[in-house]
């Protein structure tokens, strides 16, 4: 019996989703940029600046790659906040879920989710990949980055 080739990569993503939420092959990561002042006084739902989508950052202050929302499967996605005036030892986070990704998981998955904390004017970097040698299924996904475990951003990507 022959199994369709659309068929065989469903099932492939779907197996392939299923094995990184559980064990971890995708990763998310944070770090906080090394300049900028370390103190602030902006209340936590006024210290984001931006986040920008991107496949690339440069530097140690995280300067982000040119913007998207749209990446391939074997792409790093990275979503750098920029935070302004951010009292010290703030909490910032991401949460990166599936939410469109058709059979290979329900909307709303939870890939994973990392944290940091930071203060000051600077640049926050998260970012997403895989270890699977097919990369992410194609559909659409979303970044949360929340402050102190309130979200304040949410951002949706496509991956093709």
């Not at 090394?34 to 920008?52: M, Q, R």
């Not at 299924?137 to 309130?150: M, N």
Request: aromatic share 6%; glycine share 10%.
């Amino acid at each position: 019996m022959t199994i369709p080739l659309a068929l065989r990569f469903a099932l492939l993503s779907t197996l392939f989703l299923l094995v990184a939420v559980v064990s971890g092959a995708a990763s998310c990561e944070a770090s906080v940029g090394n300049t900028g002042d370390d103190d602030g006084n902006a209340a936590p739902d006024k210290v984001i600046t931006s986040v920008t989508l991107t496949k690339s950052v440069e530097g140690d202050n995280y300067k982000p790659g040119p913007a998207t929302t749209v990446f391939g499967p074997k792409d790093t996605i990275y979503a750098v906040v920029s935070i302004k005036n951010a009292p010290k030892g703030t909490a910032f986070s991401s949460r990166w879920v599936a939410v469109d990704v058709g059979s290979v998981a329900a909307p709303g998955t939870e890939i994973d989710v990392a944290e940091v904390t930071g203060g000051g004017t600077k640049n926050i970097e998260f970012h997403l990949e895989t270890s699977n040698p097919n990369g992410f299924p194609p559909g659409k996904y979303a970044v949360e980055i929340s402050v102190e475990d309130d979200v304040q951003k949410t951002l949706e990507f496509t991956v093709k």
